[in-house]
């Protein structure tokens, strides 16, 4: 069945530091979104990348799609201890309504 | 931004009963929602979809008999789960969207503690 796997699985960085998680579908997507959720709360849409190649900024966040709309990639830049929780990516396949999230990424900014 | 409100915030049931968690698009008519499902540390998983006036589409795996699933408005869906055991403790979210807009809107998701 289609799958979408997030690599790493923990992050731990320092304060400042880059972060990146990666996303991976077996089968194309037609388009991905990107959602955090922070310890005990519930996950917030950040974006949707449509095209491939698409490449999106808010901040100091950075989202790439992939040529072949089966990766996707979450970029922040100088982390800050507000940038904590999980970060999980959800495609969506041609022909079907659902997204399927990704496993997650967990991030813990160290001051 | 759109608002979806999910109640109760959390519940603890006796093993055996039946608890419904009732999700809710404020300001925003909900053609359809989602109802997930999250074990500590794990990510969501998708149990069915709801479209406002007919049978929710369950997931591969998600018993129907168990998880009852209505959707009889275009601003309330409800999830029973019915006869609960403590294995049915989990985080149960729901999310929303209308018409075409591909962005989902999330409650707050419901603790459910089966005891």
């Known amino acids: 069945g289609q799958q979408v796997m997030q690599i790493p699985q923990y992050q731990h960085v320092q304060e400042g530091e880059d972060f990146t998680t990666y996303c991976n579908s077996s089968?194309?997507?037609?388009?991905i979104q990107w959602y955090k959720q922070r310890p005990g709360g519930h996950p917030v849409f950040l974006i949707q990348?449509?095209?491939?190649?698409e490449v999106k900024k808010q901040k100091r966040l950075t989202f790439q799609f992939g040529e072949a709309k089966k990766n996707s990639s979450l970029h922040i830049t100088a982390t800050q201890t507000t940038d904590v929780g999980t970060y999980f990516c959800a495609g969506q396949y041609s022909g079907t309504y659902k997204y399927i999230f990704g496993t997650g990424t967990r991030l813990k900014v160290l001051a | 931004g759109a608002v979806v409100s999910q109640h109760p915030s959390w519940v603890i049931c006796k093993s055996g009963t039946s608890v419904k968690i009732e999700c809710r698009s404020l300001d925003f008519q909900a053609t359809t929602m989602f109802w997930y499902r999250q074990f500590p540390k794990q990510s969501l998983m998708l149990m069915a979809t709801?479209?406002?006036?007919?049978?929710?589409?369950?997931e591969q795996g998600v018993e129907k008999d168990k998880f009852l699933i209505n959707h009889a408005s275009l601003t309330l869906s409800t999830l029973t789960v019915t006869s609960a055991h403590p294995e049915d403790s989990s985080f149960y979210i729901c999310?929303?969207?209308?018409?075409?807009?591909?962005?989902?809107?999330f409650g707050q998701g419901t603790r459910l503690t089966v005891v």
């Open positions: 089968t194309t997507l037609s388009n």
């Open positions: 990348l449509v095209k491939s190649g």
């Open positions: 999310s929303a969207r209308w018409g075409g807009n591909t962005e989902a809107f």
């Open positions: 709801s479209n406002e006036g007919s049978k929710a589409t369950y």
